[in-house]
């Protein structure tokens, strides 16, 4: 049975995985046991692996799903990451009694989905309406409008809208003038006067 493996007081999922994936590839009759498929399928989810967390839920046996519910659970979650619905998969995550190898891998992938959640929305909106978002983010109101005022957003109480701060950009690269007597000369062949 796979444990998990501890680097300096903090899972380290990526050796994990590596463990998990070894372990599968040498199972007596290619047949993992459900822990290890359980821990395999939610560490590929952690990682935003939805190809392999796929490819791994179709080739467990029939009866190792059906006879093991937390699979099914973990593989609830897969499918809401998969339709991207942000307040589904914080509910599935919530709704199930994880095991004890599985608990700590979800925690990490309900944290690693509210990160992503924030990202999203500093890149894809200028405002958005304070339930929304925490919806968006897997929290309640008042804890997300904390979380934004502590990553230097703004938020209006009075039109309850969120206005996150774009992510910073990156700096212009210098254009080398060689590069842009060339881009320039280019343009002076296509000018109309030369077409004629």
């Given at each position: 049975?796979?444990?998990?493996?501890?680097?300096?007081?903090?899972?380290?999922?990526?050796?994990?995985?590596?463990?998990?994936?070894?372990?599968?590839?040498?199972?007596?009759?290619?047949?993992?046991?459900?822990?290890?498929?359980g821990?395999?399928?939610?560490?590929?989810?952690?990682?935003?692996?939805?190809?392999?967390?796929?490819?791994?839920?179709k080739?467990?046996?029939?009866?190792?799903?059906?006879?093991?519910?937390?699979l099914g659970g973990?593989w609830?979650?897969?499918?809401?990451?998969?339709?991207?619905?942000?307040?589904?998969?914080?509910?599935?995550?919530?709704?199930?009694?994880?095991?004890?190898?599985?608990?700590?891998?979800?925690?990490?992938?309900?944290?690693a989905?509210?990160r992503?959640?924030?990202?999203?929305?500093s890149?894809?909106?200028?405002?958005?309406?304070?339930?929304?978002?925490?919806?968006?983010?897997?929290?309640?109101?008042?804890?997300a409008?904390?979380?934004?005022?502590?990553?230097?957003?703004?938020?209006?109480?009075?039109?309850?809208?969120v206005?996150?701060?774009?992510?910073?950009r990156?700096?212009?690269?210098?254009?080398?003038?060689a590069?842009?007597?060339?881009?320039?000369?280019?343009?002076?062949?296509?000018?109309?006067?030369?077409?004629?």
């Amino acid at each position: 049975m796979p444990v998990a493996v501890m680097a300096e007081g903090a899972f380290s999922f990526k050796k994990l995985l590596d463990q998990c994936e070894n372990q599968e590839l040498e199972a007596p009759g290619g047949i993992a046991t459900p822990p290890v498929y359980g821990q395999l399928l939610a560490l590929y989810l952690l990682h935003n692996d939805m190809n392999n967390a796929r490819y791994l839920w179709k080739r467990i046996p029939p009866a190792i799903k059906s006879a093991n519910s937390e699979l099914g659970g973990i593989w609830s979650v897969g499918q809401r990451i998969w339709q991207r619905d942000f307040p589904g998969i914080y509910m599935t995550i919530s709704a199930h009694q994880w095991s004890e190898t599985v608990q700590p891998i979800m925690d990490a992938l309900r944290d690693a989905t509210r990160r992503r959640a924030f990202a999203l929305v500093s890149q894809a909106y200028t405002s958005i309406i304070a339930d929304d978002f925490a919806a968006f983010v897997g929290l309640p109101v008042e804890e997300a409008v904390k979380g934004i005022l502590e990553q230097g957003w703004q938020a209006d109480s009075t039109t309850r809208m969120v206005l996150p701060r774009k992510p910073g950009r990156l700096s212009s690269v210098p254009i080398p003038s060689a590069l842009n007597s060339k881009t320039a000369s280019g343009f002076q062949a296509l000018s109309s006067d030369n077409l004629i």
